[in-house]
C-alpha cells in the first residue's frame, strides 16, 4: 500500500504506515510527535515542514510494527 500523509492536527501523536511507500507533504504542527514507517520508501516532498519543536521519526520496517 502507498500513503500519503498531509498537514497533522496540532497537538497530536501521530503513527503511519504502509508496506510499500509513503509520501509526506504536509505541515507537522510545533510539539508533535509522529513516526512515519514504510516498507520501501519515505518522500518528503515540496511542502513538508516539521515546525520548532517537533519530533519525526522515519523508519523502514513497514507494517511490522515500531521497533
Do not use: H, M
Request: proline share 3%.
Amino acid at each position: 500500500a502507498t500513503l500519503g500523509v498531509g498537514d497533522l492536527p496540532s497537538g497530536s501523536i501521530g503513527f503511519y504506515e504502509a508496506s510499500n511507500t509513503i509520501t509526506a507533504y504536509g505541515n507537522v504542527p510545533s510539539n508533535n510527535v509522529t513516526t512515519i514507517d514504510a516498507g520501501v520508501k519515505v518522500s518528503l516532498i515540496n511542502g513538508f515542514r516539521a515546525n520548532l519543536g517537533t519530533k519525526v521519526k522515519i523508519i523502514i520496517n513497514g507494517c511490522g510494527g515500531i521497533q
